[in-house]
């Protein structure tokens, strides 16, 4: 049998679940990704990420890059 305890627990696990998928959902669009390409969200190879500030794949940084000469 359910009491008002166990509805009290069950309702705090929900609210905290919520808030932290809401965090995490919110923290993904401020800043770029380490492991994930800001273009085309593709992984980065970690030989790559270990040049550090990258944010974009090889493919999408060539095609970046190309646009910025144009």
């Given amino acids: 049998m359910v009491d008002a305890l ?3 627990q069950e ?10 998928a809401a965090q995490l959902a919110r923290s993904r669009h401020d ?3 380490l492991a994930h390409c800001a273009d ?5 190879p970690a030989a790559r990420r ?3 500030g990258i944010t974009r794949c090889v493919d999408c ?5 190309r646009k910025q000469r144009r």
């Fill in 40 to 44: 085309c969200d593709e992984p980065i």
């Fill in 31 to 33: 800043r770029p990704s």
């Fill in 6 to 8: 166990d509805l009290a």
């Fill in 11 to 20: 309702r705090e696990a929900l609210d905290r679940e919520r808030a932290i």
């Fill in 61 to 65: 940084q060539s095609l970046f890059e």
């Fill in 50 to 52: 270990a040049l550090g």
